[in-house]
């Protein structure tokens, strides 16, 4: 029997290792659920071209036209872009640091 336990032993590390990982990303993405990173919130609450969006969101409906729509809309595609970019930024940067700490979790040579 101590023949068997000396091949399954680096199986069973490798299986751990795996699980762990499985854990972390696991836990990772509930946490974004929760946060709602990349999600977009109420127009008012995003910063970007904040008083600019306001006062084409008040034109459009104090004085509705073509115009005004279209003002207002192209404010909203601009903050939605802005929304995007930030949720990318912030999964790709997340990706690289996952990267980076598996690869060092993985390659750690034991003592």
């Avoid at 972390?24 to 969006?53: F, W």
């Amino acid at each position: 029997m101590p023949a068997l336990s000396k091949y399954f032993r680096p199986v069973i590390k490798i299986l751990a290792k795996v699980f762990i990982v499985l854990l972390v990303i696991y836990s990772e993405l509930a946490i974004l659920q929760i946060l709602n990173v990349g999600g977009h919130g109420m127009m008012a609450d995003t910063k970007y071209r904040h008083t600019e969006r306001l006062a084409a969101y008040r034109e459009y409906h104090e004085h509705p036209s073509p115009e005004t729509k279209a003002a207002f809309q192209t404010e909203m595609r601009l903050m939605h872009a802005h929304e995007d970019w930030k949720g990318e930024v912030f999964l790709a940067s997340l990706l690289i640091a996952n990267g980076i700490g598996f690869y060092f979790y993985f390659r750690r040579v034991p003592k």
